[in-house]
């Protein structure tokens, strides 16, 4: 199975649960599903939905959680398909109930769960998912800087591999790509690709309409059919995935990244990680004088109206740094790193 496969599958999965398929994409997950090299990847989905109830640490919030998914996946396959009904049971069960009902759809048989080796990942892949009120930040392996907004999420590997750097996102996100004109950067949201070499934009999926707005640089737009534009600075491409009709239209760019302005939430990352965002979102260069320090993790949730001197305080106090300001502006942190 391909790397490409892989993502694709995980990507409808989610969008099948979050009952946000459209037909053609049910469509082309259940034919996906319905392929016996892609049983084990759909397996290792199932049975991550089972890890995810079991591990819930709260008993009571545990069964709700449980009545939550069983009805979500029984409300969603009774809609796509009404093949039959069956009891409640526990989400063991649901989950293996679900495998079930989803091969008799696609294979007119039963598929089991059952415990096998898995295959070896191609790739070791993470993902972001920002349900909270605030925009989180991420730097990607190849120093790219993702700002992901409320309500989205990100599927990206650990480190890129390959003669592309590919990443899925449902929702919306602000790129800005580091320039490699060996190794594209490709976003699949829906059934669009945004290829660039290194620029800045800005990527929106709400429902059945995509939008990319570009703020630096040029991107290509483009379908599995066809190519959709090359949209440039301070022009946005809309796709309607319904009709399949696209449009450019000119525009002030600022506007519409004005959301990832917002409060800046930092969870659990790395001092480097954390000064590449802070350049860019302050368009000031925070330097390392180490590498030691950059290793360091800390969580922590600015305000928009944060100034990046006090930003600097506070990472200093918590990480024991120091800091010094240059006569260009930029700062420059200091200390013995972390374990």
């Not at 969603?76 to 039959?84: A, G, M």
Request: hydrophobic letters at 40%.
């Amino acid at each position: 199975m391909s790397t490409a496969s892989v993502f694709r599958i995980k990507y409808l999965f989610q969008k099948y649960l979050d009952a946000s398929c459209t037909t053609e994409e049910f469509n082309e997950l259940f034919e996906l599903m319905a392929k016996e090299e892609n049983l084990p990847e759909i397996e290792g989905l199932l049975e991550k939905l089972w890890a995810d109830t079991e591990m819930k640490p709260d008993a009571d919030a545990e069964v709700v959680h449980q009545e939550v998914l069983y009805n979500k996946l029984l409300e969603i396959v009774k809609k796509e398909k009404n093949v039959y009904s069956f009891q409640k049971r526990s989400s063991k069960t649901i989950i293996r109930s679900v495998a079930a009902t989803i091969a008799l759809l696609v294979c007119a048989g039963l598929y089991f769960l059952q415990k096998r080796p898995k295959p070896m990942p191609m790739q070791t892949r993470a993902i972001l998912s920002n349900p909270v009120r605030h925009v989180q930040a991420i730097r990607l392996a190849d120093g790219s800087v993702v700002t992901l907004n409320k309500n989205s999420h990100l599927d990206y590997p650990a480190k890129f591999t390959g003669k592309t750097r590919e990443v899925y996102l449902t929702g919306e996100a602000y790129f800005d790509v580091r320039h490699d004109p060996l190794h594209p950067f490709l976003v699949h949201t829906g059934q669009i690709t945004t290829r660039v070499l290194g620029t800045a934009f800005n990527i929106k999926s709400a429902g059945s309409l995509i939008q990319v707005t570009v703020t630096r640089g040029k991107v290509k737009v483009s379908t599995p059919k066809k190519t959709l534009g090359i949209v440039l600075p301070n022009h946005q491409i809309s796709y309607n995935e319904i009709n399949n009709q696209s449009s450019i239209d000119i525009l002030n760019a600022k506007t519409t990244v004005l959301w990832k302005e917002t409060d800046l939430v930092m969870d659990h990352i790395t001092l480097k990680e954390a000064a590449a965002v802070l350049t860019e979102r302050y368009g000031v260069k925070v330097i390392l004088d180490n590498e030691k320090i950059g290793s360091c993790r800390f969580s922590a949730t600015f305000l928009n109206t944060t100034g990046l001197e006090q930003v600097i305080k506070v990472l200093s106090h918590l990480n024991n740094l120091s800091y010094k300001w240059s006569k260009e502006g930029d700062v420059t942190l200091s200390g013995s790193g972390c374990e």
